[in-house]
Structure formats: structure tokens, C-alpha cells
């Protein structure tokens, strides 16, 4: 595996100081490049140096000529990916964005692959494995794009896109995969996504189903909203304060230890149908974000049961009898897009226009409570996880969390504005992510996508479990530190049987009658 990933560089701890070169006539460069984000910038520190890493099967072989021919038509258009990302040591060592001129054969990269294979699934996870191991040298723009023609069990080829997180967020980066694919059975227009409906928002609906009446209940109902918001909001900030200075996840067989950040990754994912998260959804009605977090809860209950139970007979765990402490604080540390548009598909629409957009790392954080424990009643996960949702819902904790990051850097600096963000996401257990996919099936320079795994690595979490959408498939992607999560398949297998319990319990409670085949879908949320 080593001389298929001949050429990449090693991990580097930070980005180091270059020096801003003048214009000149044989290149794109400029002197006064636009500064980057507060959390750009915390994205080259040595323990929060996070890359995005996004496997895309895809369902035909792939011609790297055409990847060379569309890039420049479309991804590098985009000032982000054709910019160095630099420190200026002439102006306080503030770190800008510099355009460049960009040289694809640095960027795209085709690994030998051996003519007999045992696995090619093993292959392409040892593959992504090493690739973790690896950075960008910050004197190119900090990208790659890696071409396999490798036919895995999912998947006749594979892409994998390398993005350091400073360059955007999940959200940005979505929304330039739809402005840079089109639909597949009509090429000439992008993609969609599902987008949430005005009145399915927590504050819209809430309203309007108690606001009938006299004016002073009118009146009533909308104090009281704004108190709890309030509160909600100052317990929030207060509890991702207390985080960051001493509370911690109790530790379990799946806490993580210092210098995980440092350690590489492996990369699983499995697909489930999202017809059936959907099922449940509208059974049950929530959204698809709750049935996520709560077949999650499931899944990391039955593993954890197991992992306690570790050389003790398994006789069936009930509610009253299992391996599980009584009680488990175990939080998970989310990344909540704060753009005031509506969401992924505007952003995408902006930059298919080449108009301006609410581009790079807009992004608070959020810390959400895991129920951890064995249900009799597995449709108790996802009413959990709905109630601790909805209480998040009427908060502003991640805008202030951003809000707070930015403060603090402006006046203590980049380093103590890590420190706290990096110690409040270290004493939790776990990342965790639910992202929008296109609702059509796309292709990327006339190649059909099968599937989208998207993920990370640089994180302080020995677990991060993100959820991606696409058609009517939801692809559940693992990355874990080898010594955190020895078993990464055990954790889908258990994920994947949770989803399966509830949904058939929801059957079984006549939530919905076996010859509906569903509800009618409602929009995804």
C-alpha cells in the first residue's frame, strides 16, 4: 500500500508561515489576499488540523481526461480552490487567501492498482486508511481528488475528494458538489435537495398551533417563547462552558484519549433505504434528523452492552437486566450550519450563478446528550432523541457559540480561541453529522454517482458517525481510530438492526398498516 500513496506528503502539524509574493506576469497571484475566517484559521492548528475526506462510488469506469477538461470549467472557478492559504508575517501573521495558478497534475492523482486483488473493499479502506495519514502541502491550494478504477462490492470506480476543512463546511462543500453535477436524466439542470418547509420550523409551528385565541394569549404564548429561548440558550452556552473547563463524557469502552487527533483513520460506511428512515419519520412525526440521532442511540447502546459485556454469556438484554453502567453521560459535538438562507440548495443555486455566497466555515457548535441504555420499546430512542432535538431547536447556542469563538480570537488570539474550542470538543465522546443529499441521481462530468460517503479526519474524537442522503438511499459513514472502535462494522451492523427494530415496531404498534407500503412522503427535514 505504501507505493500506491508515493507522493503524499507526510501529516504537518500546522500551516507554516509563507511569504506573500507581488503580481506578477506569469501568475495569478495577488499581495492582498481577503483574510480567512476565525474558524478557517483554527482548522491549521496542530490539534484541530481537520480534513474532509468524501469517497463517491461510482457506477462507470472513469475517464481521467474528462476530469482534466470539466475541472477548470467548474470546481476551479471557485476562488477558494485555486487560492494558497498563507500567513502574512508582515501584518501580524494573519493568514489570507491568495489567488494562484493551479496545476492539476499536483491535485488529481491516479494510484496503481494491482491487476489481482483479495479484497478491493479491503483495498480501497486500507487506501483511504494511509490517505489519513497524509496532508496537503500548503504551498499548492489544499485540495486533491484521487481516481480509482477499482469495481468494489458498491461501486464500478471510486473518487475520493480531499478538502482541508478550512476551506469550507459541509454545507459549503455540498452545495459546490450540486453546482458542479448535473441530473442524470436532465443534464442541463443541477441538482436538488429537499428544503424545509416555513411552517415545519420550530418556532413557526409552535406558534401557530397556540396562538388561537384572545390577544392577551396571543401575547402570552409569545413571551413565554422568548423567556425560554432565552434560557434555553444562557443553560446552552453555560453547559458548552463548564465543557470546556472540566465536565467530561464518563468514560466508556468507546472514550477516546489525548492525541486521537494525531492518530489515522479507518473509513466505513453502509447503506441503509431511506424510504424506511422515512417511514418511521412520518409514522411517528418527526423528521428524518430525529430518527437519525435516534437509530444512532440505539446502535451505540447495543454495542456498548456488548463491549461491557466482554466475556460474559449473553443472555438477552432487557431494560431491567444488561451490561450498561445505570448511568452514561455520553455527548456527541455538532457542527449546525448558521446561514441565515434556506439552506443548501440557495447556496448552490448562488454559485451556479456566480453570484455571491455565504461560502467557508459558518458554522456553531452544539453538544447533544446520547440516551444510552437498552429499550424494551425501541421506538423510545427516537422519541428521545425528537424531545432533546426539539429542546435544542428553541436555542441559540450555536450562533453564539460562533459568536463567542470570533470574540475570543479577536481579543486573546487564535490560540486560546483553539484551546477552548478543542477542550470542549475533546471531552465529549463522539461527532456527529446529518447531511442533505441530492434528491435525483447525479453525475459528475457524465459519470453516474452510485453513492456519497462523506467524512473527516484531524478531529478530537476517536468516533465520528455521519449520516448522508441521496436518492432514496442513506449511506452511514464511520471514521474511528483503530484503538477507539476495533470493530467499526460491528458498530454499522448494530446500526443497521436498530433501524430495522424500530421500523418494525412501528408495524407492529399499527403506526402504519403493512399494505400502505408507507405513508405518503412528506418533505425531508
Known amino acids: 500500500m505504501e507505493s500506491f500513496t508515493k507522493g ?13 509574493p ?24 496542530p490539534n484541530f488540523n481537520i480534513y474532509v ?61 494491482p491487476q489481482t486483488l483479495d479484497s478491493s473493499d479491503k483495498f480501497l479502506e486500507d487506501y483511504a486508511y494511509n490517505l489519513s495519514k497524509t496532508s496537503i502541502d500548503s504551498s499548492i491550494p489544499m485540495w486533491d ?44 439542470l443541477v441538482p436538488t435537495v429537499p428544503t424545509k418547509k416555513d411552517s415545519e420550523s420550530g418556532w413557526s409551528s409552535s406558534y401557530s398551533s397556540r396562538c388561537g385565541g384572545p390577544w392577551w394569549k396571543r401575547w402570552f404564548v409569545v413571551v413565554s417563547m422568548v423567556f425560554w429561548l432565552v434560557w434555553n440558550t444562557l443553560v446552552d452556552v453555560g453547559y458548552i462552558m463548564a465543557t470546556a473547563l472540566f465536565l467530561k463524557d464518563t ?50 447502546s447495543q454495542y456498548l452492552n456488548r463491549r461491557y459485556g466482554e466475556g460474559i454469556k449473553d443472555e438477552g438484554a432487557t431494560e431491567e437486566k444488561n451490561n450498561l453502567p445505570k448511568k452514561i453521560r455520553l455527548r456527541s459535538t455538532l457542527l449546525i450550519n448558521i446561514r441565515p438562507s434556506s439552506g443548501i440548495q440557495a447556496l448552490a443555486d448562488m454559485m451556479e450563478k456566480n453570484t455571491d455566497a455565504k461560502w467557508g466555515n459558518w458554522i456553531g457548535h452544539v ?47 487564535i490560540k486560546a480561541a483553539n484551546t477552548i474550542s478543542h477542550k470542549a470538543a475533546a471531552r465529549t465522546t463522539l461527532g456527529f453529522s ?48 483503530e484503538n477507539t472502535i476495533p470493530d467499526p462494522q460491528k458498530l454499522l451492523d448494530d446500526i443497521e438492526a436498530s433501524l430495522k427494530l424500530i421500523k418494525e415496531a412501528v408495524y407492529a404498534k399499527g403506526l402504519v398498516k403493512d399494505d400502505e407500503g408507507g405513508l405518503p412522503q412528506a418533505a425531508f427535514t
Open 251 to 300: 468514560e466508556t469502552p468507546i472514550t477516546s484519549h489525548a492525541g486521537v487527533e494525531l492518530n489515522p483513520r479507518r473509513f466505513v460506511y453502509r447503506t441503509v433505504s431511506l424510504d424506511d428512515m422515512k417511514l418511521i419519520k412520518n409514522a411517528m412525526n418527526m423528521t428524518i434528523n430525529d430518527v437519525a440521532v435516534g437509530v444512532t442511540q440505539a446502535g451505540l
Open 367 to 413: 453538544i447533544l446528550s446520547f440516551a444510552i441504555g437498552i429499550k424494551d420499546d425501541p421506538l423510545d430512542y427516537v422519541r428521545e432523541a425528537k424531545a432533546t432535538i426539539d429542546r435544542k431547536k428553541n436555542s441559540l447556542e450555536a450562533i453564539c457559540t460562533f459568536s463567542l469563538a470570533s470574540l475570543v480570537l479577536k481579543l486573546f488570539g
Open 8 to 20: 503524499l506528503k507526510g501529516r504537518k502539524s500546522a500551516l507554516k508561515p509563507v511569504q506573500i
Open 22 to 45: 507581488t503580481r506578477d506576469d506569469n501568475d495569478m497571484i495577488e499581495s492582498d489576499g481577503e483574510p480567512l475566517s476565525p474558524t478557517a484559521q483554527m482548522f491549521h492548528e
Open 434 to 481: 446529518n447531511l442533505v443529499g441530492p434528491q435525483e441521481e447525479i453525475g459528475f462530468y457524465g459519470h453516474a454517482i452510485e453513492f456519497l460517503a462523506p467524512s473527516c479526519y484531524g478531529h478530537p474524537h476517536g468516533l465520528m458517525i455521519n449520516f448522508q442522503s441521496y436518492v432514496n438511499k442513506m449511506t452511514i459513514v464511520l471514521s474511528v481510530d
Open 145 to 188: 481528488l484521487h481516481l480509482l478504477n477499482l469495481k468494489t462490492s458498491q461501486a464500478e470506480a471510486i473518487g475520493i475528494f480531499r478538502i482541508h476543512h478550512s476551506i469550507g463546511d459541509g454545507t459549503s462543500l455540498m452545495s459546490l458538489l450540486l453546482a458542479c453535477t448535473r441530473q442524470i436524466n436532465n443534464p442541463d
Open 53 to 113: 475526506i468524501a469517497i463517491i462510488g461510482l457506477k462507470n469506469h472513469i475517464n481521467p481526461r474528462v476530469v482534466y477538461d470539466k475541472l477548470p470549467q467548474s470546481l476551479l472557478k471557485h476562488p477558494r480552490f485555486s487560492s494558497l492559504q498563507v500567513v502574512d508575517d508582515k501584518n501580524d501573521g494573519i493568514m489570507k487567501w491568495v489567488p494562484t495558478t493551479v496545476n492539476l497534475n499536483n491535485h488529481i492523482i491516479i494510484p496503481n492498482i
